[in-house]
């Protein structure tokens, strides 16, 4: 199994583009870690230990049923001011080297929110630093040490964006059994969407999302997500929807 880093700027951010993927690797036993650059505060009804509270819900809600709970991390960096600098990288890329990461998922390249490419840029670029030999990287709050240095196999981006455009994925996860898993972990979040008028009906939109992104693979839900690399298949058992009863 696989050690996977899901990163995000904020808290909320991993659970609204692939919570329901995050549940499914969880529950196929891969280490699954969260990562969050902020603690996304301040927001218009949330404060520092709300959130923080939220967020530690969110991931309990992902995490597989009566097995290991998935990790939550943050780097400490300021929210609305995150910014690409070595410094930031570094931590990152000790936390990468921390957790062994050998899959990462990070937010979409291209966003309205400065916090979100600045966070993205910084991940990629982690990705990098954390495979250098004699450079030492800072060790995480919560860990003891780190590993040694390692290069992240695979890099994959989800959706979370502020732009208003239509996700043109590379491929489809088929989320239909954590779809249940995915709501209850954006519902943590009461501060962000239950008290806030303005965001109270994105959790309803998602759920629309994800259906159509999965019918058309042929499933209930699916969330989207973008390569830059390419993908490599040992075999077609893993297509959805391979029997061709779908449209």
Same mark, same amino acid.
């Given at each position: 199994m696989a050690s996977i880093l899901v990163i995000g700027p904020h808290p909320d951010d991993q659970e609204l583009g692939m919570g329901g993927t995050i549940a499914l690797l969880a529950r196929e036993g891969h280490r699954v870690t969260i990562l969050d650059l902020t603690d996304g505060e301040p927001t218009p009804f949330g404060d520092p230990a709300t959130r923080a509270a939220e967020a530690r819900e969110a991931a309990l809600a992902l995490s597989p049923p009566g097995?290991?709970?998935?990790? @939550?991390?943050?780097?400490?960096?300021?929210?609305?001011?995150?910014? !690409?600098?070595?410094?930031?990288? /570094? @931590?990152?890329?000790?936390?990468? @080297?921390?957790?062994?990461?050998?899959? #990462?998922?990070?937010?979409?390249?291209?966003?309205? !929110?400065?916090? !979100?490419?600045?966070?993205? @840029?910084?991940?990629?670029?982690?990705?990098?630093?954390?495979?250098? =030999?004699?450079?030492? #990287?800072?060790?995480?709050?919560?860990?003891?040490?780190?590993?040694?240095?390692? &290069?992240?196999?695979?890099?994959?981006? &989800?959706?979370? =964006? /502020?732009?208003?455009?239509?996700?043109?994925?590379?491929?489809?996860?088929?989320?239909?059994? =954590?779809a249940g898993a995915k709501q209850k972990a954006i519902g943590a979040y009461r501060s962000q969407f239950e008290r806030n008028p303005a965001n109270r009906g994105l959790p309803a939109r998602l759920a629309e999302q994800d259906a159509y992104f999965g019918s058309r693979i042929g499933v209930a839900a699916a969330e989207p997500f973008f390569a830059r690399e390419p993908l490599g298949l040992t075999g077609l058992s893993g297509l959805a929807n391979l029997s061709g009863t779908g449209r």
């Open positions: 097995g290991e709970p998935i990790t @939550r991390v943050s780097a400490g960096l300021p929210n609305r001011r995150v910014e !690409h600098t070595v410094e930031s990288r /570094h @931590r990152v890329a000790g936390v990468i @080297r921390a957790v062994q990461a050998r899959v #990462m998922f990070v937010p979409y390249f291209e966003d309205a !929110h400065p916090d !979100h490419v600045a966070g993205t @840029r910084i991940a990629e670029d982690a990705r990098f630093d954390a495979k250098l =030999t004699k450079v030492e #990287m800072p060790v995480p709050a919560g860990f003891e040490s780190i590993g040694p240095p390692i &290069y992240p196999t695979w890099l994959f981006y &989800y959706y979370a =964006t /502020h732009l208003r455009v239509v996700p043109s994925p590379t491929f489809l996860v088929d989320i239909s059994t =954590t």
